[in-house]
């Protein structure tokens, strides 16, 4: 499984993407939202996991929706310490809140990729 993990803060983003490597899933990584948007168009992930509250123009809701564009059915993990607004309700999707343990974002990615869209 294809999993792109969007997060600024180096340190979460270093964490997160370790407990997911260690389950054998492959983990692309952006630390903002433009190359979040180029890695969705170039690699097909299977779930993205991004934070929403992101620096730039471009936070996590608009990750998922532009993803979204391209691959509908694109399951998607909004991570969020702090989101000024209300969490959608968004088909295919859940929210994570940090501070989190690594069994829960483990949980998360294997209930949200169990389904996982066919992009072959």
Known sequence: MRILVVEDDPLVREFVVEVL????WNVIEAGEGEQALSLCRTTHPDVLVTDIKLPGRID???IA????ERYPKLPVIYVTGFSPVEARPVPDSLTLHKPYHQDRIVEAVRTMGKNKPSFG
């Open 21 to 24: 490597r260690d389950e054998g």
């Open 65 to 68: 929706e532009r993803c979204r």
């Open 60 to 62: 996590g809701w608009q």
